[in-house]
């Protein structure tokens, strides 16, 4: 089984942890997925804190709710250009023109054939798509990150259709019309890289998990645009560790959450850690009883918000002490059975989180797209039914209040997906 598997139990496939996400296909397959540069992929001494209280538990809400954010209508865009069958697994926008989404093709047995890259320079009414192939063969890209109109960089694993390949970072410095292939060898054999943030075009950072036996999780950092990546120590999160998303305020204060397996593959717990250095020193703070975290973004050092999953329910968790305490946010207008992929803020109170709601009678997801503007004290569900009747989405950010993309996956029926692409401006 190839390294793909990993890719669709963490976004695609990943219906909700206590059904969907057993990770034994991960684990099979590894043996045999904001606010600088517009939107992408999104302190002191951390400390375990209180414990976040549950899922049950609503923030306290202000006595007068503000309105929610103005963008509250979502229009489907041409996707065309991925290709399908297909995904889009991550979008960065660097202003309200030029944007880039990424993911993978595939073949009629769903198996990878190569890298996606798309870009667009009117804001979504027309992809193109720019050149992968630097990727390798059997390229899965899982995100892209831009700090400006010309610098970005995409990240994923690649596979050979049976094992798993290697990690995979990519770059360009004029806008993607030239990709190409950075040394991505110290995140070890057998990874893949889920998650990339810089904060300018010199300092960043990509979060994935490692192969051999204790499936480590992995941080790499540069210092130089990722002419060389070096490995941070990210043991403090613990053995057998995916870590999914990473994000940095400034090129010392970041966080990058994931999620623990057991020993038989299962989800084991959420799992955040934080840096006050750049990545010298990560420490582990507490993710409480969420059972997996997918999304991080921060509005500032002290300001954060990680999306996942519990046992049973979508999982969002709010700081506004750089994380020394967690807090759970009532996300009970996703519906019971929801889980989240990305969250997403663009000030201290304005905020996306989008994944999918499961319906087990019909067995299929449908898209989820959940706004802010009281910083999470209420979250309410925003119609993303231009994704799709069935389907999810992988990633979602935002330039404002106002403008906003979100990029997804829908089944077609035959075992493959087909990829698609939202926005909004209202």
Not at 68 to 87: E, F, I, N
Not at 145 to 156: E, I, K, L, R
Not at 352 to 361: C, D, I, Q, T
Not at 400 to 407: E, I, N, P, S, T
């Amino acid at each position: 089984m190839s390294h793909r598997s990993t890719h669709e139990h963490r976004r695609r496939d990943r219906r909700h942890g206590y059904c969907r996400l057993t990770l034994t296909v991960l684990l099979a397959g590894l043996a045999a997925a904001l606010l600088l540069g517009g939107c992408s992929s999104g302190s002191g001494n951390s400390g375990t804190g209180n414990a976040p209280t549950s899922p049950s538990t609503s923030a306290s809400s202000p006595a007068s709710t503000p309105a929610l954010p103005a963008a509250t209508t979502w229009t489907a865009q041409d996707a065309s250009s991925a290709g399908s069958p297909g995904y889009l697994n991550s979008v960065a926008f660097v202003d309200a023109a030029h944007g880039w989404a990424v993911g993978e093709s595939n073949d009629s047995n769903n198996d990878t054939t190569g890298s996606t890259i798309i870009a667009t320079s009117d804001g979504g009414v027309t992809w193109q798509a720019q050149d992968a192939s630097p990727a390798g063969r059997h390229a899965d890209l899982e995100a892209v990150h831009f700090v400006d109109a010309t610098h970005g960089w995409a990240v994923g694993g690649v596979s050979n259709g049976i094992i798993t390949g290697n990690a995979v970072v990519l770059a360009t410095t004029d806008g993607g019309a030239t990709w190409r292939a950075q040394d991505a060898s110290a995140a070890g054999h057998d990874a893949v890289l889920n998650s990339v943030d810089f904060v300018d075009s010199a300092h960043g950072w990509a979060v994935g998990v490692g192969g051999g036996s204790d499936y480590p999780p992995v941080i790499l950092a540069t210092s130089d645009g990722g002419a060389s990546w070096k490995a941070q120590d990210a043991s403090p999160a613990g053995r057998r560790v995916d870590l999914n998303a990473v994000h940095f305020v400034d090129p010392a204060h970041g966080w990058t959450v994931g999620l623990k397996m057991d020993s038989n593959g299962h989800a084991a717990g959420g799992v955040i850690l934080v840096t006050s250095d750049g990545g010298v020193r990560w420490n582990a703070q507490d993710a409480g009883t969420a059972n997996g975290l997918y999304g991080i973004a921060f509005s500032d050092s002290t300001h954060g918000w990680a999306v996942g999953y519990y046992g049973r329910g979508p999982c969002i968790l709010a700081t506004s002490d750089g994380g020394t305490t967690w807090e759970a946010q009532d996300a009970s207008s996703a519906g019971r059975d929801a889980s989240l992929n990305s969250v997403t803020f663009v000030d201290a109170t304005h905020g996306w989180a989008a994944g999918s709601v499961w319906h087990k009678s019909a067995s299929t997801d449908t898209p989820l797209i959940l706004a802010t503007s009281d910083g999470g004290a209420t979250w309410k569900a925003q119609d993303a039914s231009a994704g799709g009747s069935t389907g999810m989405v992988n990633e979602v950010c935002f330039l404002d209040a106002a403008h906003g993309w979100a990029v997804g996956t829908n089944p077609t029926g035959s075992g493959t997906y087909t990829p698609f692409i939202l926005a909004t401006n209202k």
